[in-house]
Structures are given as C-alpha cells and as structure tokens.
C-alpha cells in the first residue's frame, strides 16, 4: 500500500502485533489512481478443519467505515486479552475466527459506495431476485456512473466479491457449523441482525437455527437493543453476496451455515446531529467522538456472543442432541 487510508494502516498494525495468534493472508489486490490495495483476511483459533467458526467482515461498501472500525475494535479487544485470559486460550482451542475487516479498501479510500470499477459489491453475485425489486436500489445494469450497479451481466464477479466468496467457502462452509456476519450501517433508527433472503420472500431452510439463535441472545442479553428480521422485510435486491453464499451452502447436505448482517441503524446519528446529511460520509458513520466510542462498544457483547454461540452450537440448534436432552428434560 502507498497511500493514506487509516484503517487499512490500522488492520496492518494489527496483523504485525497479532503475531503469533493471527494469521494472515493477501486473498487479492486491487488497484485504482495508481495506488495498489491488497484485500486480507484474517483467521486465529482452531486448526482443526471441522471446528465451528465464525467469519466477520466489514467494508464492503466503502463509505461505512464504521463496519470497518467496530471489526478492528474487535480484534484489538481479542489480541489484548490473549495476553492475560486463559478462558479465552481455551475457547478459541475448539472454535476457528476469520476476519475481513476491509474488503473494498480502494472505495473506502475514495469515500464511494462501489468499488474501483463503479461496481456495488452487495450487487455483484450472480442471483437474480424471484420478485419484483425497488427501482435501482434493488440493483441495476444501466451504467456504473449510477449507484447500486450490478457490472456487466454474465461477467466474472469483482475480485473483491470473488476474494469474499473464497474465504466464505474455504473457511466457513466446509465446515458442520458456521456463522457469517457482515457489519454494514445506513439503514434506519435501529441495529437490525439480518438474514437471508434478500432476492426472495420465502423463509429460509434454517429459520429455525435462525430463530434458535436469536432466543439465545434474548435470553441471555434481555436488555440488547438489536432487531432480528429477514432482510425481505424491508426490500428485495438482485446480486445479494450471502443469498449466493447461502445457495451454495445448501448442496453441503446437513451442514449448517448461517450468514447475518449487522445493518447499524445511522439514522439515529443523523437524527440527533442533523448536520451530518451535510457530509459525504454522514449518513453511514457516527461523527461525534462520544458517539463513535459508544458504537465502537456497544457490538462488542454481540461478535462475543457469536463465538460462544458458535463452539456451544451442539446444546441449542434444533435436532442436536444437547438441543433435544435439554427440550426432553424440560417436558418430564
């Protein structure tokens, strides 16, 4: 890299002081104005290739830092308490973390939506959506000089798309069970938790693990402030990166894997300082100092509760057998 992008020089510090708890790869590089971007992931825990593990990943859509920064927050937080909690050594001894902080540096460097090549990445996968979609906002191919542009049909995804798609593949679905999550934010006065569908409205094969899930966290964070929601309840779009994912996903047999969005509500910061619709990056980022250091905290307990969630899944996903004890135990 030989340009100024603050995140990206934070997620390389992070990658040389992790070691050796963190490793690290270039998956692709891309380039734009003459500058070369490399797209990393991340991984730490188990070895073991049949581990459950869960995947984060930020930046796709470069003018939501904030997905980027909770994620190295994140990171930061694990690596420093590597050096002193045990409970934490033992735990990522039977669970596997990957991580995509950044997985769109050139746009986020040039404070766009899309990548170098005017592309929306949450657009680019190669599913087109059952139902009718919101005009442009549900993707659209007229040209890249407009937003939401899917690229050109039957063309190869970005690579920033196929470097995600890679990981999700190598590191995710080949294993019995997984968790996806992708910090976005732009969308509303609430933190939502999505999942899948975004091309159709019928429910997914594994609502119930869904659902499963989200009484877990209910149960155990009465307080927590998230709203979980398939994403067509809002609207449908074309190209959706973890509909595509989640397809595949569904030739793995009995394999579980579960791809969620972290959809952070920025219109609340928008409501409470009115002048941020004045910025480029107002909309998709807290710009108070107070504000951003209370966001930067408050998804902390949820990326936690995803790893615990994750090595447990055994005891709580419907049709195990810790699932099925507990239920027979609570019925005699």
Not at 23 to 29: D, G, I, K, L
Not at 219 to 225: A, D, F, G, W
Request: glycine share 6%; proline share 6%.
């Amino acid at each position: 890299m030989d340009c100024d992008l603050p995140e990206l020089i934070e997620l390389e510090r992070i990658m040389q002081e992790g070691k050796p708890y963190l490793e690290s790869r270039t998956v692709c590089e891309v380039e734009m104005k003459g500058h070369r971007f490399p797209v990393y992931a991340l991984t730490i825990g188990s070895k073991d290739p049949e581990a459950p593990a869960v995947g984060f990943f930020g930046g796709v859509h470069g003018l939501e830092r904030i997905g980027t920064r909770v994620l190295l927050s994140f990171l930061r937080s694990l690596l420093s308490r590597l050096k002193w909690d045990a409970a934490l050594h033992q735990q990522l001894a039977s669970v596997r973390l990957v991580f995509m902080p950044l997985v769109n540096p050139a746009g986020m460097w040039d404070s766009t939506r899309c990548n170098p090549r005017g592309v929306d990445l949450m657009r680019n996968a190669p599913v087109d959506a059952s139902e009718k979609v919101a005009f442009m906002l549900g993707g659209q191919r007229f040209s890249s000089r407009l937003p939401w542009y899917r690229g050109i049909s039957d063309a190869p995804m970005e690579a920033e798309a196929q470097a995600l798609c890679s990981v999700v593949q190598d590191e995710l679905m080949s294993r019995e069970f997984s968790i996806a999550l992708d910090c976005h934010s732009g969308f509303g006065l609430k933190d939502r938790i999505w999942f899948p569908y975004a091309h159709s409205r019928t429910p997914i094969p594994h609502l119930p693990q869904v659902l499963a899930l989200k009484e877990l966290f209910n149960q155990t964070y009465r307080e927590h402030n998230y709203l979980f929601e398939a994403q067509n309840n809002q609207y449908l779009t074309h190209g959706d990166l973890w509909d595509y994912l989640y397809l595949q996903s569904q030739a793995s047999g009995d394999r579980v894997f579960l791809p969620l969005t972290l959809e952070m509500g920025s219109w609340l910061w928008v409501r409470e300082n009115p002048r941020q619709l004045f910025s480029r990056l107002g909309m998709f980022n807290p710009k108070s100092p107070n504000r951003l250091q209370r966001v930067l905290r408050s998804h902390l307990v949820w990326f936690e509760f995803l790893t615990r969630a994750a090595g447990a899944h055994r005891y709580w996903t419907p049709d195990s057998p810790g699932y099925q004890q507990q239920h027979g135990m609570h019925h005699e």
